[in-house]
């Protein structure tokens, strides 16, 4: 179920609008800050499910990701050194970006990491509220990478979405990974689950029922055989941190 690489389309465009999701991005850094503040010394050491990465050095890729989306010249001055790495050492550009993130904020305290994500995630809220409609129409000038293939995005797709599920995502990896809870409100993460729901029925346009347990679940249907489990291991199964058959074998962004 991978899509072609190279293959024309249209742009991947956001569902949410954009009024509710600045309220799920804001509120997002807010729910990260708040998590990695009850970290104990030892969970900021903790393996996560991203390979390369423990708890500390995913929180300085959540910063950098805040940090970049706050400010257009440190966007151009992250995606500049982004590309001469590519360019040295081969591989991804988002690779290139995430480590690159990581070695920035790596001599802070934690202490100093939290507070500073706590301030650096307003304002790249505050920011990214500001990108006007004609801007968020636009597409990116690369494709990026998805299941398996590439597809183009529009800017609004990167900003009002994958900047919020991205910090989203790894706050899953950091509680699965500390063994803290994660919180789960409709009114929040079941907003931003929905939204997954809803892109990776477009994604795959097939027949599907789908009941998502948990207060961030819920149930969609359009016809097809039904599927139950929870809303957090969903997400993680369309972010490939877990197997997935049949249609939950279907990529989605985060």
Excluded at 16 to 27: G, P
Excluded at 224 to 248: N, Y
């Amino acid at each position: 179920m991978s899509s072609m690489l190279g293959t024309k389309q249209a742009p991947r465009a956001q569902l949410l609008d954009h009024d509710v999701a600045m309220r799920l991005a804001a509120t997002e850094y807010d729910k990260v800050a708040d998590l990695l503040a009850q970290l104990t010394p030892e969970q900021w050491t903790a393996q996560t499910d991203c390979t390369d990465w423990d708890v500390r050095a995913m929180a300085g890729h959540i910063l950098g990701m805040a940090q970049m989306a706050a400010s257009l010249p440190e966007m151009a001055r992250q995606q500049m050194a982004a590309g001469k790495r590519v360019k040295r050492t081969g591989g991804l550009s988002i690779d290139a970006l995430s480590a690159l993130q990581v070695e920035k904020n790596a001599g802070l305290s934690t202490a100093e990491l939290v507070e500073r994500l706590r301030s650096t995630g307003r304002k790249a809220a505050k920011a990214r509220a500001r990108i006007p409609w004609i801007v968020r129409a636009r597409t990116l000038p690369d494709e990026q990478v998805a299941d398996g293939g590439s597809e183009w995005w529009t800017i609004g797709y990167l900003t009002d979405v994958i900047l919020t599920r991205d910090p989203f995502m790894h706050r899953i990896d950091i509680t699965r990974a500390t063994g803290l809870s994660m919180d789960s409100a409709a009114d929040h993460e079941g907003v931003i689950v929905d939204d997954v729901v809803r892109d990776w029925a477009e994604r795959h346009a097939q027949p599907y029922t789908l009941e998502l347990t948990g207060p961030a679940g819920g149930s969609w249907a359009r016809g097809g055989e039904g599927q139950t489990l929870d809303a957090f291991d969903f997400c993680r199964i369309l972010a490939r941190r877990a197997p997935g058959t049949g249609l939950l074998d279907v990529e989605v962004p985060f």
